[in-house]
């Protein structure tokens, strides 16, 4: 399934369908889409087994929060917005990022402060979602460009 698919199915509510990408489709503008869609994808996990105790990570707000500091962070304030800055689509990506790590941030700080409740409450909804988002933005920006 190409990623134009994929993203015509989640539009249409079909939850069903996996992430896959066609030969030549992973490389977008000079970003590797896999791999940006796995490491936002693997952050639940982290914060899950950090919530948990389970992780071995430290994880610092100062690192988790700013938005430019990953991959595709560098990317859209650097070469993505440059190249698609003027379009909806790469501006609804931004804002979503930038909601992304701050939550992802406020899960943590909660966490350190001892809101664990919050900070479980947080990640199964509010940081869930805005994961998704991600994914759903980047193929947006991804079909628009092509």
């Not at 190409?2 to 970003?31: M, T, V």
């Not at 948990?52 to 990570?57: I, W």
């Not at 701050?102 to 479980?120: M, Y």
Request: charged share 25%.
């Amino acid at each position: 399934m190409s990623l134009i698919d994929w993203l015509n199915k989640k539009l249409s509510g079909d939850n069903s369908a996996q992430l896959s990408f066609k030969e030549g489709e992973e490389e977008f503008a000079g970003l590797n889409l896999k791999e940006v869609l796995n490491a936002h994808l693997a952050w639940n996990e982290r914060l899950k087994n950090y919530l948990n105790n389970t992780s071995d990570e430290d994880l610092d707000v100062h690192q988790i929060a700013p938005d430019n500091l990953c991959v595709l962070g560098k990317w859209i304030y650097g070469p993505g917005s440059a190249q698609f800055g003027k379009l909806a689509e790469f501006n609804e990506l931004k804002q979503t990022h930038k909601k992304f790590h701050l939550t992802a941030g406020e899960i943590v700080l909660k966490h350190n402060e001892g809101q664990q409740h919050e900070a479980a409450t947080m990640l199964k909804g509010p940081f869930r979602s805005l994961s998704g988002h991600i994914q759903l933005n980047l193929v947006r920006l991804y079909a628009s460009a092509n």
